[in-house]
């Protein structure tokens, strides 16, 4: 039976007690939908405040911010008997390592069976119309869920990302049965667990990857260095993401021209006046420092040797074929890093390829004779 949420107990936690006793229903269960809502667009750096789960009786809300520890939570995302639904995985799994350093097993994603059923819209929104006729408002989509109290109509959007997400794992998990690729979406829910990394930090040399950062002199790129330090800096002690200090356009036409007087400032295209005003003096600043340092010149990446982007290009066009046969992105044909795997190491017959495919051994046994036949093609090609 399909709940409503109007029908659905609501739990909200934000008590370490209240925490613990959710913490034991939650164990009891064979399977949990979880969500999680982050402040991306409106902190220096990002934190899961909102963790939701959903079973077939209730939806709750974890106020994680008013709590300073989740540990007993973290047996709940280790445990292989109990199912974690999630849709879009990936980030979550990546926000709830980095905050938390949950570990992670039995999981099944929802968009990653949609896309490996080829469906072409994948989105949440338009799987729970498909299936079960609900629209998503999408109003708080971008909303700051690091601002407390959490309006009443928020915990209704927040419980919305969790609340079907059972019933629509019990259609999706049919489909793939019936299909015959069950086996081929549960590797990829596999993949899910293994490797997760925070991907989420600043780093030192991040300025490069600004568009147009490499299009700069060695000279203007160590202003533009200056410059995003600077940005950083001011992100931080403000608690902002740093495009709202300075948007990244800014920084490049700052590094690319050096205004160091205040009407050339003031009249650079894309900064406002009341930025100007704030940050003129430190800007200016940055510059000089800029400037005065050492040439910056960008890292260098060994560039792959022709016959290897031939092998990966061979690989690449068998897959799309492939994947248009099979009525699915050729990706889920074939992972880009197992790709790319595969092309550096080159086997020559199935025995070298298994090792390379030991992660993906549904896709080894249903097209490891494909990929090896393509890879010795392109080979006698060259």
């Not at 590797?187 to 568009?211: M, P, V």
């Not at 003129?280 to 890292?299: C, F, N, T, V, W």
Request: glycine share 4%; aromatic share 10%; charged share 25%.
């Amino acid at each position: 039976m399909l709940l409503s949420i109007e029908n659905t107990e609501l739990v909200w936690v934000d008590q370490p007690q209240k925490l613990s006793e959710v913490a034991r229903e939650l164990s009891a269960q064979e399977i949990l939908a979880v969500d999680t809502e982050s402040n991306s667009l409106y902190a220096y750096k990002e934190q899961v405040c909102l963790l939701q789960f959903s079973t077939h009786e209730k939806d709750y809300l974890i106020d994680t911010l008013a709590l300073a520890d989740l540990s007993v939570l973290a047996p709940i995302f280790r445990s292989e008997k109990i199912l974690k639904v999630f849709h879009a995985a990936e980030y979550d799994l990546i926000c709830l390592f980095r905050d938390y350093g949950f570990a992670f097993n039995f999981l099944f994603d929802t968009m990653i069976a949609a896309r490996t059923l080829g469906y072409q819209k994948i989105g949440l929104g338009a799987l729970l119309e498909r299936f079960f006729g609900i629209e998503m408002n999408k109003k708080y989509q971008r909303a700051n869920w690091g601002k407390r109290p959490i309006k009443p109509d928020m915990r209704t959007y927040a419980r919305l990302d969790s609340h079907y997400l059972i019933p629509l794992q019990g259609h999706l998990r049919t489909e793939l049965v019936e299909t015959g690729l069950w086996e081929l979406a549960l590797e990829d829910f596999q993949r899910l667990t293994h490797g997760i990394e925070d991907t989420t930090e600043n780093h030192k040399a991040d300025y490069w990857k600004l568009h147009g950062a490499r299009d700069l002199s060695p000279e203007n790129a160590a202003v533009l260095k200056s410059l995003y330090q600077f940005r950083e800096a001011k992100a931080e002690a403000q608690n902002r993401p740093p495009f709202k200090v300075l948007s990244h356009q800014v920084l490049i036409e700052l590094a690319r021209t050096c205004p160091l007087e205040w009407n050339t400032l003031e009249n650079l295209s894309g900064l406002n006046a009341r930025a100007a005003k704030r940050y003129g003096k430190g800007l200016m600043q940055a510059i000089r420092d800029g400037l005065q340092s050492p040439p910056e010149y960008p890292p260098q990446c060994k560039r792959p040797n022709n016959a290897l982007l031939d092998r990966i290009e061979a690989l690449k066009l068998w897959r799309k074929v492939t994947g248009r046969k099979l009525g699915v992105p050729s990706d889920v044909i074939l992972p880009r890093d197992v790709l790319t795997r595969i092309a550096r190491a080159n086997p020559t017959d199935l025995a070298a390829l298994e090792f390379h495919m030991r992660d993906v051994p549904y896709r080894f046994h249903h097209f490891g004779q494909q990929i090896v036949n393509t890879l010795l093609k392109e080979s006698r090609q060259g």
